[in-house]
């Protein structure tokens, strides 16, 4: 069975436990799952072979804790540990593409590889939002062989704060909507991001106006089954 690492940037307990049940569940039967905090100081992130020995993929998670802008003034101490938490995803990433490693950015994740390769991550209201959404499959995305098992259009559940202005160096835009420029992308073929949570069915915690997302659910075990094996 394939075994995957999931590198979650929270601090709330209850939403760390609610996160790992969410991939675990969305996971399903079709690899090993196991977790890991951005914020752990011991673990190896200078040294990123030795961090993902044994794993045959990698996701990086949502973060209701850390923002690149989320309105808040330079020096923040929440911006300063996006930043930190930024340096030491950029070893892992990094050395995941040069060693073809498949590679998932969700939300947090995605903004992350996204400011990676000259992305702009900023508090753009007119794409923050915290809902159910429609996404639209691009020209790129039907092509793509994650993406082609999608329909054209779909629901997914969105929660954030900041997001990318621009198209970052090297990406492929496969999805997006009216509210979210870039909200699939890929970046050689095995690393994929994303700005909605496909890991999420609904939002426990939040007062919304709730739709079903059965497709954007399918997303991960379909990275496991098409990308990853």
């Given amino acids: 069975m394939k075994k995957i690492l999931v590198v979650q940037s929270r601090v709330t307990e209850l939403r760390i436990e609610r996160e790992r049940e969410n ?3 969305t996971i399903g039967g079709v690899a090993q799952v196991e977790f890991v905090s951005a914020l752990d100081e011991s673990l ?3 040294t990123p072979d030795t961090l993902l020995d044994g794993y045959d993929g990698v996701i990086f998670g949502g973060s209701s804790d850390f923002d690149f802008h989320g309105g808040r003034p330079d020096g923040d101490p929440v911006r300063l540990m996006s930043m930190m938490i930024l340096s030491r995803a950029k070893n892992i990433v990094s050395y995941a593409m040069a060693h ?3 590679t998932l950015g969700v939300c947090f994740g995605h903004q992350i590889i996204g400011n ?3 992305g702009m991550v900023s508090n753009d209201r007119e794409q923050s939002k ?3 959404y429609d996404v639209q499959r691009t020209e790129e995305g039907k092509r793509d062989p ?3 098992n999608l329909p054209d259009a779909f629901v997914a559940q969105y929660a954030h704060k900041d997001s990318i202005t621009n198209l970052p160096a090297g ?3 496969l999805a997006q909507s009216r509210g979210c420029r870039y909200s699939a992308l890929r970046y050689g073929q095995k690393v994929y991001t994303v700005q909605f949570h496909p890991e999420l069915s609904t939002f426990d915690d939040l007062p919304l106006e709730y739709r079903p997302s059965p497709h954007a659910s399918r997303l991960i075990p379909l990275w496991v089954e098409r990308i990853v094996a």
């Fill in 23 to 25: 991939y675990r569940r």
């Fill in 44 to 46: 190896a992130w200078t």
């Fill in 100 to 102: 073809d490693i498949p």
């Fill in 116 to 118: 990676m390769h000259d």
């Fill in 130 to 132: 915290f809902g159910s």
């Fill in 146 to 148: 994650l993406f082609a």
């Fill in 171 to 173: 990406a492929i835009l």
